[in-house]
């Protein structure tokens, strides 16, 4: 079949999807005023959107594995670029940037600057020198250019293998999350459980047609995607500035929301509540310093209220949470040093007034303001330089017919992906104005049920709380606490719209998981298989067994991914943000030096993967509470999650180095590179 006559036939069905789905959500908005129950709803929205994904992979199902790794070579550019922007939309950029927005500002802004920026890196630098190269997976391009393709090129290979799997990996955990968190808001399933169920979906289409499946279902995604961002957004736009195009709007309402900032930073009853805070995280303070006999005091009382509730024959549930409270104190002091800490930083945090939304960098004094600055350039460059290293994303070059229509889909997913991007910043704006003008203010009396919703998510580590801190009855800024990655998904019920729209943004939540989650699967599994089992273990495999290994594989990563991401690893932002650093600092420096420079050899490759890695991973042990860290390690007062810019230098320098100390690469490696950048 054509090119035109293949692009037409799949317009027409995507035109029909687009209608079918448009018909499907004014049914169920009649529905709903016909009094069905929003548990239903949200059933629907799973079950229709999980049975959808289902049937193209079935579909699209094949054995073949041209088909099954790079889909026939044979997408066009645009609908291979509305895949790729599905791939890229994740859940981090649906459901956690316009939290991160929300919650620091102009800071949150170098999100949309380096993954937008990182795209033009990959147009630029590397996307049609894969394409020229017309294999299958990055780990292949690496060592065909560093080892001739054979067993010289193993070494290569096997470490952008690891470099593959564990990036990929770490970036999947945070999809799957995701996958978990909106299952059990618009479900009810418990959050596990929730897990298991997105990750049915993700089976069904990435395990039966590998790349051809997951190609045509991220197209559907976008459509998706895009309609459930854009009409809470737009709505939110026509309620608070009179106008449907947030892009436009939200400057209108950002001097509204300025002034109502400096209005509560001076509020009596605001400072009144900070002063709590303030006072708590000082606590916490004094009872650091008097460790361990602060410690050992705490836990002889935690143990004498136990003892008295139990004395005087108190209630079952007095009884279970005293007991709980018990469990709960640290078992040591070192455990309660950490701990306390936590508590104190939260405290002090929660004890600053509002930072203004639209001020670059606000600080304390100069030196606070350039730490921001400067860790606002570092997380634009890490994200650029991830983004230009994904294995997942890059992938997606080797699917177009050709160099020039690799090219141009770079265009079209960099328009797709601009059309949600520019209205994320309209959406933090708008959310939050409506948060401080309406919510802040209110009686805890009739606080809106959204947020007795979110709450009960995870009860353990609640996305929102509210308490009458200093219990007037009224709710005050400091009040509240809330998750960033609950913003989106709530915005629906935040700005009063109707359930169905809360189904359809979790939808469309859901897709941006999926989407994302079925290309990093697949990196995987085809890194393994056709990386390591092929390429090295087996190569006289034959291609049904090829692909039957890599659907197993895909299998395997995916329930280690899964119970991985029942544990509550971190917020999703974060375990993104690490999954770029890892990305940029092990393969950045190999794949560009290795297209734009002859004299980059074997032995410098796998100096610079090996070094830029470890420089990353070492400085985000090192730096990140979580991990063990400790921030006073931080070097130039960088973020963990900006570690790529020690880690791609670091590996640029070393793969030079080591270069030019060690002998020439052979010819068979400079023509390729010829090869790759002669004209088509």
Known sequence: MSGGRRF??????????????????????????????????????????????????VFSRTSNVTEYYVAGRRVPAMFNGMATAADWISA????SLAGGLYLHGFDGLAYILGWTGGYCLVALLIAPYLRKFAQYTIPDFLAARYGGGGARGNPVRLMAVGATIIVSFTYVVAQIYAV??????????????????????????????????????????????LVAFLIPTMWLSVKHADNPLPQVAYGAVLPKLAAREAQLAFDPKELQVRAIFRQRADDYAARIKALPASWEEGKLDAQRRLDAV???????????????????????????????AEMQAANEARAQPPEPHATPFPGADAGQSDI??????????????????????????????????????????LFFILLVYLTIPALAVLVKYDIYSHL????????????????????LNPLIAIADINRDGIVQLAEIAIDGDVLVLATPEIG???????????????????????????????????????KVVDPAASTQKRVTISKLLLLAVAFIAAYAA??????????????????????????VLGVFWKRANRAGALAGIVSGFAVCVYYMLHTNPILGGAVAGQWFHIAPISAGVFGVPAGMAVLVLVSLLTRAPDPLNTSFIDHIRAPE
């Open 440 to 459: 802040v203010g209110s009686n805890f009396a009739n606080l809106p049920t959204w947020i007795s919703y979110w709450a009960n998510v995870d009860k």
């Open 8 to 57: 037409r036939r799949l317009s027409r069905y995507y035109l029909y999807f687009s209608a079918c789905f448009a018909v499907f959500l004014i049914a169920l908005t009649m529905l709903e005023r016909e009094g069905m129950p929003r548990i239903w709803i949200g059933y629907l929205f799973m079950f229709a959107t999980i049975v959808l994904y289902a049937g193209i992979g």
């Open 310 to 340: 139990r004395l005087r024959k108190g209630s079952l549930i007095d009884i279970r949470a005293t007991e709980r409270e018990l469990m709960a104190y640290p078992k040591s002091a070192d455990e309660a040093a950490r701990r306390w």
């Open 566 to 591: 029942s544990q509550k690893p971190g917020d999703i932002l974060s375990l993104v943000g690490a999954a770029f650093s890892l990305a940029g600092s092990a393969l950045f420096p190999a794949l």
């Open 496 to 534: 009063g719209l109707p359930y169905v729209i809360s189904g359809l943004v979790a939808a469309g939540g859901l897709a941006a998981a999926l989407s994302t989650a079925d290309g990093l699967l697949l990196a995987i599994s085809n890194a393994l298989s056709h990386d390591v089992y092929y």
């Open 92 to 95: 981090a950029s649906f459901i």
């Open 180 to 225: 978990g968190l909106i299952a059990s808001r618009f479900t009810g399933v418990d959050f596990s459980v929730g897990i298991f169920l997105g990750l049915a979906s993700i089976l069904v289409c990435s395990f039966l047609g590998g790349m051809r499946a997951i190609t045509w279902t991220q197209v559907a995604q976008y459509i998706i995607i």
């Open 372 to 413: 921001r600055r400067n860790n606002f350039l570092a997380l634009v460059f890490c994200l650029m330089l991830g983004t230009a290293a994904l294995p997942h994303i890059l992938m997606r070059s080797y699917t177009t017919p050709s160099v020039r229509e690799t090219r141009v889909s770079v265009f079209w997913t």
